[in-house]
């Protein structure tokens, strides 16, 4: 059993950036894929990004690529999600998830999930 618990969100100018943080409890941390999703309002929930337990790889959503770094630390038992150049169309509350398999790009992929945080982008 993984509990999630992100934060980090808050309201910040576009162009501005955020590290959001998914703190986990739990045993084996270290050994499940984390990712990252978020969801706008009247909108469905969509990837982010991921990172895998295993080497480390990483793979984004191409509307975040370039501009958001997803990485961990394994020994703090924290996944972390720098974003940078954020625009408005980043506003939404994030959410990150664990999945003690490979991960993936789809919700369904991963078993336990934070309560989310909410990140706010102004124009």
């Known amino acids: 059993q993984v509990q999630l618990v992100e934060s980090g969100g808050g309201l910040v100018q576009a162009g501005g950036s955020l590290r959001l943080s998914c703190a986990a409890s739990?045993?084996?941390?270290?050994?499940?894929?984390v990712g990252w999703f978020r969801q706008a309002p009247g909108k469905e929930r969509e990837f982010v990004a991921t990172?895998?337990?295993?080497?480390?790889?990483?793979y984004y959503a191409d509307s975040v690529k370039g501009r958001f770094t997803i990485s961990r630390q394994n020994a703090k038992n924290t996944v972390y999600l720098q974003m940078n150049s954020l625009k408005p169309e980043d506003t939404a509350i994030y959410y990150c998830a664990a999945d003690s398999k490979n991960g993936g790009t789809w919700a369904y992929d991963y078993d336990y999930w934070g309560q989310g945080t909410q990140v706010t982008v102004s124009s």
């Open positions: 739990g045993r084996s941390f270290s050994r499940y894929a």
């Open positions: 990172i895998s337990w295993s080497d480390g790889r990483t």
